[in-house]
């Protein structure tokens, strides 16, 4: 599958982001913010599409706010 990019308003939400996805059972990778997203953060976080849902779920009942998905 095709691996998708979350990223956030800051450093400090992915980090974040990274450990409500963990304790959710979603596997991801922080990787530097690509070139063609538009955020502050310098990190990002690369999931496989196939648990997007599952992610955002995850994220949404930790509250952490997701600046948005590039394909």
Do not use: H, Q, W, Y
């Amino acid at each position: 599958m095709a691996d998708i990019v979350l990223f956030f308003a800051s450093n400090a939400d992915t980090m974040i982001a990274t450990k409500a996805l963990k304790d959710a059972g979603v596997t991801s990778k922080m990787i530097p913010r690509p070139a063609g997203v538009a955020t502050e953060a310098n990190l990002c976080l690369s999931i496989d599409a196939s648990v997007e849902s599952s992610a955002k779920n995850a994220l949404s009942g930790a509250g952490v706010n997701l600046g948005g998905v590039a394909r």
